[in-house]
């Protein structure tokens, strides 16, 4: 008869158990695999127990159902727990802080390091405060001689107070939109265009940001502006063409200003140089002047004491330089006898040229002679020859 068959003895025709017989579990070595419906049984049996049930095949848990019921309490207990101290227990990186509200009021600002509060009592506000954040706006504006033009530029600013960053202000990220709009607004609109357009942009970035961080301050948002940039501004797509022709005009004014400028710049040195030089000319004839004056004063004076010694020797000096000179700037010579009556006046330099001689003798005066040198007077002019007629 085989082991499972009705009325036969299980026990003993257990194939997976000892060869003596008995229950498994009991005392007999268990040489097969365990019982997998007794280990599911005893793990069922075990969380009936925790949660106030009762055990499988008779028996009370522990006397009454109300023991397990505190237990289900118990363990619910610690559950919560372990979940509100994850909740609680928070870590501050290095460029953070925390902001912590208890009972909806502010506690206290927390640094870097491992903390912990108390929720629902206390809330915290974790942010980066060393992080730099950017803000971009575009937009069309109005300047100050009525020209619409579009005004893009990009504001980077850092939370410098996280205080008044979470408790002074609802959303102030917003606020710094809003404020950013008035500052750039009342700049633009007291610009001209053409400052908008070409180099004025660094001196409204300037005036933008100082206005807008007195904004800022005013709100108490908690906010510190550190640059504001104003890209390239340009004119709307529907006046395009003609802002275009505006700036190119700009240019050819630049360009003619530019030319303009290099002419005066090569004209004025050369005017100036001019002016300098004749200054020094006029300087250096006056310094001529008065120097020769003044040595015709000394002349004079020493000549005047020298007359005084002796007056008819002077005169008569004086008498044959004067004529000297005179007759050095004539081109005839004046021949006299040794009475002072006969004067001749010699055209020496038509008859120098009609012998054939390339320049004139020097003139000179004579009493009595030739005064010239390399030319032979004719017998009837020679002076000797007069005064022997004379004499006879």
Known sequence: ???????????????????????????GDQKGPPDLDEAFRKLQDSLNGMFGGKKRGGGNFGGSGKRGGFGLVWVALVVLLAVWLFNAIYIVDEQEQAVVLRFGKYHETVGPGLNIYFPPIDRKFQENVT???????????LTEDEN????????????????????????????????TDSAVRHVVGSTAMDQVLTEGREVMAGEVKERLQRFLDNYGTGIVVTQVNIQSAAAPREVQEAFDDVIRAREDEQRE????????????????????????EASGYRDAVISRATGEADRFSKLVAEYRKAPEVTRERLYLETMQEVMSNTSKVMVSGDGGQNLLYLPLDKMINSRGASTPAPAGVASGAA??????????????????????
């Open 1 to 27: 008869m085989a082991w499972n068959e009705p009325g036969g003895n299980s026990n003993n025709q257990d194939p997976w158990g000892s060869g003596g017989g008995g229950r498994r579990g009991g005392g």
């Open 131 to 141: 992080r730099e954040r950017s803000y971009s706006k575009q937009g069309q504006m």
């Open 148 to 179: 619409i033009i579009e005004v893009p530029l990009t504001v980077q600013y850092k939370i410098s107070n996280l205080q008044s960053f979470v408790l002074s202000v609802d959303q102030p990220e917003i606020s710094l939109q809003h404020a």
């Open 257 to 280: 200003k530019n030319q303009a400028e290099s002419y005066a710049n090569g004209v004025i040195p050369e005017a100036r140089g001019q002016a300098q030089r004749m200054l020094e």
């Open 371 to 392: 005064a010239t040198q390399g030319t032979r007077l004719p017998p009837e002019l020679d002076p000797r020859e007069v005064r022997t007629r004379e004499s006879r």
